[in-house]
Nanobody
Framework: VQLVESGGGRVQPGGSLRLSCATS????????INWHRRTPVKERELVAV???????EYPDSVKGRFTISRDNAKNTVYLDMTSLKPEDTAVYYC?????????WGQGTQVTVSS
């Protein structure tokens, strides 16, 4: 099982980024996939959820700015982030649960700074 995030980087406030989570070894189309973020001072925060039925959920902190989507043909989930703020700076991880096991990627750093 592999989850590999990409697309992080440095962006100015107000900018946009698209993160990708490429997966293998999982029954992708049947699973809920999540994006989380973590900072040195804040515990892990769930920022987006997409179910197998393509329902989505977001916390208030990112609602209206972040959009999660999935491409079942590519076994990939995306996180489109717009109107980025300095407080969005974090390492972003994708995750899923298959059976009783949680799988995580290695994370991708997003830095929002002028």
């Amino acid at each position: 099982v592999q989850l590999v995030e990409s697309g992080g980087g440095r962006v100015q406030p107000g900018g946009s980024l698209r993160l990708s989570c490429a997966t293998s070894g999982i029954t992708f189309r049947t699973l809920t996939i999540n994006w989380h973020r973590r900072t040195p001072v804040k515990e892990r925060e769930l920022v987006a959820v997409i179910t197998s039925g393509v329902s989505t959920e977001y916390p208030d902190s990112v609602k209206g700015r972040f959009t999660i989507s999935r491409d079942n043909a590519k076994n990939t989930v995306y996180l489109d982030m717009t109107s980025l703020k300095p407080e969005d700076t974090a390492v972003y991880y994708c995750n899923c649960r298959m059976g009783f096991i949680d799988y995580w990627g290695q994370g991708t750093q997003v830095t929002v700074s002028s």
